[in-house]
């Protein structure tokens, strides 16, 4: 009964590679994000996808490029990764409907990812 | 944009004792509030949020109170228990759908000591 779940949940590779991160929701949502924590836990949203529509991407750089192929998934890929681009990446899913509870976010397990 | 300060960074209590988290934000159009847990290793867990037109909201020994004038609004966990030990995050956000994101605080690392 796993409502909102990522895989892998550890990733390690070397600087200069591509890798994919995928998320899925069971809840129903509309709206999807991408959060990334970084060491000293600060979280900061990267992207967020209503209905698989790009509507919040903050200043990330272009080398991550999220897909959503149906509102229940929404996949991060990046090119190039850096050592910087280690961090523990969330998924999160919300309503986006539904008066009260439409900004309720639900998080992922996450991805621990490790560019060495 | 938003900013959410949040205070203290660390947090150490007795088992027990009650514990106050401070946050402040800057849009006066923010109207949503909520409140995450998270436990080492684990994913934030959302334990009690709050909108603009309430300015407590109690939930067994939780509380969250909201000033709208003054822009804050903070967390009281009362008769710790070493399980409350975690890091808690606040956040603020425009509300109303998927248009507005959250801003989150830095987090407080709160210990309770048994």
């Given at each position: 009964?796993?409502?909102?779940s990522?895989?892998?949940k550890?990733?390690v590779?070397?600087?200069?590679?591509?890798?994919?991160i995928?998320?899925?929701?069971?809840l129903?949502?509309?709206?999807?994000?991408w959060?990334?924590?970084?060491?000293?836990?600060?979280?900061?949203?990267?992207?967020s996808y209503?209905?698989?529509?790009?509507i919040?991407?903050?200043t990330v750089?272009?080398?991550f490029?999220?897909?959503?192929?149906d509102?229940?998934h929404?996949?991060?890929?990046?090119?190039?990764?850096e050592?910087?681009?280690?961090?523990?990446?969330f998924c999160?899913s919300?309503?986006?409907?539904?008066?009260g509870s439409?900004?309720?976010?639900y998080f992922?397990?996450?991805t621990?990812?490790?560019?060495l | 944009?938003?900013?959410?300060?949040q205070?203290?960074?660390?947090?150490?209590?007795q088992?027990?004792?009650?514990a106050?988290?401070?946050c402040t934000?800057?849009?006066?159009?923010?109207?949503?509030f909520?409140w995450y847990?998270?436990?080492l290793?684990?994913?934030?867990?959302l334990?009690?949020?709050?909108?603009s037109?309430?300015?407590?909201k109690k939930?067994?020994?939780?509380?969250?109170?909201?000033n709208k004038t003054?822009?804050?609004f903070?967390?009281?966990i009362?008769?710790t228990?070493?399980?409350?030990?975690a890091?808690?995050?606040?956040a603020?956000?425009r509300?109303g759908?998927?248009?507005?994101?959250?801003t989150f605080?830095?987090?407080?690392?709160?210990?309770?000591?048994p």
């Open positions: 009964d796993t409502a909102v990522q895989t892998p550890y990733l590779t070397q600087m200069g590679n591509d890798k994919s995928k998320c899925e929701q069971n129903g949502h509309d709206t999807m994000y959060y990334k924590q970084d060491s000293k836990k600060f979280l900061k949203i990267m992207f209503n209905n698989k529509e790009l919040i991407n903050e750089p272009n080398r490029s999220p897909k959503s192929p509102k229940a929404l996949n991060l890929h990046i090119n190039s990764l050592l910087g681009d280690s961090a523990v990446y999160a919300s309503p986006g409907w539904g008066g439409a900004d309720t976010q992922g397990p996450g621990r990812l490790t560019v | 944009g938003e900013n959410v300060e205070h203290p960074s660390t947090l150490s209590v088992e027990g004792d009650s106050v988290i401070k934000y800057s849009d006066s159009a923010s109207n949503y909520p847990k998270q436990e290793g684990k994913r934030p867990q334990i009690i949020d709050i909108r037109n309430v300015g407590e939930d067994q020994r939780i509380a969250v109170t909201l003054a822009k804050h903070s967390l009281h009362t008769e228990q070493p399980e409350d030990s890091v808690y995050f606040c603020a956000s509300g759908g998927s248009n507005y994101k959250l605080g830095k987090g407080t690392l709160l210990t309770v000591n």
